[in-house]
Each structure stands twice: as C-alpha cells, then as structure tokens.
C-alpha cells in the first residue's frame, strides 16, 4: 500500500499515518520530522531550512523532493509500499514526486485527504504548542501556514482526484473515529493495489 497525505496542518497527519504504517507495515515517511531532526542536529541542510520553517513558510522543493526521493527509494528496498507525510505541499512538488516516483515504480495508490476547518485546527495547534513548545506553532506562524495551505496545498485535492486516488476523510471527528474510517477505506481499496497506476 502506498499513500499520500494531504491536509491542513494540526489534522492529524501524524497519528493517522503512524496508525496506517502500522496496519500495513510499512514505513511512515513524515517529512516535517525529517526536516525538524535536521534543524536539530544542526547539520547543512538543518540550516539551510530553519528559517522556513520557523516562519511557517515552504521548505524550497528542490531540497524537499531530494526528501522524498530518498524515502522512495529506501522503502522499495523494503516493504514496497510507505505512507507520505508532509509531501507534497506544492502542484510542482506533487508533478515532481509522480515523475520521481514513476521512475522508481512507487506510485501511490491512494491520496489520502484529511478536512477539517481552521478554527478546529487552530485550536488543536495551539493546544499541542503548549504541550511540545515547538517554536513552529505560534498564533501568527499557524496563521501563515494555514493561509499557505490554501493557497499552495489544497489546490492538489483536485489534482489526486482527476487521477482517481483521492479519498477524503472528515477529521474533525475523535482521533479513533477517523482511524476507523481511513482503515477501512485503504482495506477496501486493497484489491485494487498492484492494478496499473496512473
């Protein structure tokens, strides 16, 4: 199984695509993470990125797909199969990953769209800066990256779902409610993994 994920920021990427490598395993591929352990380590590419992210704005692509391609080619090696998560978050990005991802035979299978609306994402962010002081989550930086989310993310809905993977999921519900729907909706699209993809 392989999966895109495409939300807001705060709809719980993170836990739902922990819960989908699990269920199928195979490795969660969370691009935020990547990026932030970088910033952490203080390594070139940590530098080079941290004042984006520290102002809520796009990593370049450039320095994203090189991410992405890394992670592919690390889970055909594997299990064959990955959740994605935080990639891609431009229509550039998402053409750049299908041509990478074409050429290494890891296209996905599903783009997995997780709604929800801003003042329920504004709370849970705001909610969980107090829990892990992460220096992203600020009132004015989730403003931004909410605005960006619109303006460069949201627009790939359409895109996924001209290609016939796309499927929504209400994340405003209990964390367990959503689990529950996405699991049954990847298992049910199970046989169809492995079909020729677009």
């Not at 090696?77 to 990005?93: C, H, I, N, W």
Request: no cysteine; glycine share 10%.
């Amino acid at each position: 199984m392989r999966v895109v994920m495409i939300a807001p920021p705060g709809a719980g990427k993170g836990t739902q695509g922990g819960l989908i490598a699990a269920h199928f395993g195979i490795p969660h591929v969370a691009t935020g993470e990547l990026l932030r352990d970088h910033v952490a380590r203080r390594t070139d590419l940590g530098r080079s990125i941290e004042g984006h992210l520290d102002r809520g704005e796009l990593v370049p692509d450039d320095v994203m797909m090189d991410v992405v391609r890394m992670a592919f080619v690390d889970a055909k090696a594997g299990s064959g199969g990955y959740v994605l998560d935080g990639a891609p978050r431009t229509m550039d990005q998402a053409r750049a990953g299908y041509v990478i991802a074409r050429e290494l035979g890891m296209l996905a299978d599903v783009a997995l769209h997780l709604r929800a609306d801003d003042h329920e994402l504004m709370r849970r962010l705001l909610a969980r800066a107090d829990l892990e002081h992460r220096s992203d989550d600020t009132e004015r930086v989730i403003r931004k990256r909410l605005k960006v989310y619109h303006r460069m993310t949201h627009p790939l809905v359409a895109w996924y779902a001209q290609r016939g993977i796309l499927v929504p999921v209400d994340a405003m519900r209990p964390a367990e409610q959503v689990s529950r729907d996405i699991l049954a909706a990847l298992d049910a699209r199970r046989p169809l993994v492995g079909d020729v993809r677009e």
